[in-house]
Every structure is written in structure tokens, then in C-alpha cells.
């Protein structure tokens, strides 16, 4: 089996973690031009289904439009492990509270995000999240 590249601490890692930070932010506050930005056109996720970008885009705008304010990720314990010089992949434990329909809700998550350099710029490539214990 290959080694991975590199993993641990480093500026480029630091900068996958705020690359991070900033797609989770973006997509509370949605913020559609940075999420653009910051995912390949060809960005998919996987969390209770597969989605494209547009997909994702039009999940965020149902969730906002049924009135569920949703606060920012608590990540804990991410690891970068970089796969080659430019592919990268973060995974973390996050905790994520919020409202939605006047009820409050705590969600406990795996995350990974795979992450790629493209034209000198990190951008998310695939993005998935499981429920802890799951």
C-alpha cells in the first residue's frame, strides 16, 4: 500500500482546514458565490443522498426557505492527509446545532471533504457526512 503524501500540520494543511471552516460557513449563510469558489463545477456530496453543486445549492435554499436557522460546525479532531501535492483529504468529527420548526436539534457527524488544487487554489471536490454511530 502507498504512503500518503504528507499528513499532519503544515501551512497547506492549515489552509484546508480554513478552506474548510469557510464551505461549512458559506453554506449557512449562503453565500452561493464563495460556495462557487470553493467547490469544482463537478462537486458532489453524499450524506442522505447523492448531490451535484446545483442540487447541494437548492437543498441549502429548501432548508432556509422552510425557516431552519442552522449554526456553525464545531469541528473537532481533523486530520489532513495529503494524497499527493495537490489532493487532500480532511476528515473530522463536528457537532452542529440549530432550529427548525421552532425545535432545537444537536447533530453529531463524521465529515470528510476531499480536497484538490486547481490553478493555485484548494477547492472541495467531494464532501460526505455520516451521523455518528451510524
Known amino acids: 500500500m502507498k504512503k500518503a ?3 499532519g500540520p503544515s501551512t497547506a494543511a492549515n489552509e484546508i482546514i ?3 471552516i469557510a464551505l461549512q460557513k458559506s453554506e449557512i449563510d ?7 469558489k470553493l467547490m469544482v463545477p463537478e462537486y458532489f456530496e453524499l450524506s442522505q443522498s ?3 453543486r446545483d442540487q447541494v445549492f437548492a437543498m441549502l435554499r429548501r432548508v432556509s426557505e422552510s425557516g431552519c436557522r442552522v449554526q456553525p460546525v464545531k469541528m473537532k479532531d481533523a486530520r489532513v492527509t495529503f494524497l499527493s501535492p495537490d ?5 473530522y468529527r463536528a457537532t452542529q446545532t440549530g ?3 421552532s425545535r432545537t436539534f444537536s447533530v453529531d457527524a463524521n465529515i470528510s471533504t476531499l480536497w484538490v488544487q ?6 472541495a471536490e467531494m464532501h460526505s457526512e455520516l451521523l455518528a454511530g451510524s
Open 5 to 7: 503524501y504528507e499528513t
Open 18 to 20: 480554513a478552506r474548510e
Open 30 to 36: 449562503l453565500n452561493f458565490a464563495a460556495l462557487e
Open 50 to 52: 447523492f448531490m451535484n
Open 87 to 91: 489532493v487532500a483529504t480532511v476528515v
Open 99 to 101: 432550529t427548525c420548526y
Open 118 to 123: 486547481r490553478d493555485g487554489r484548494w477547492q
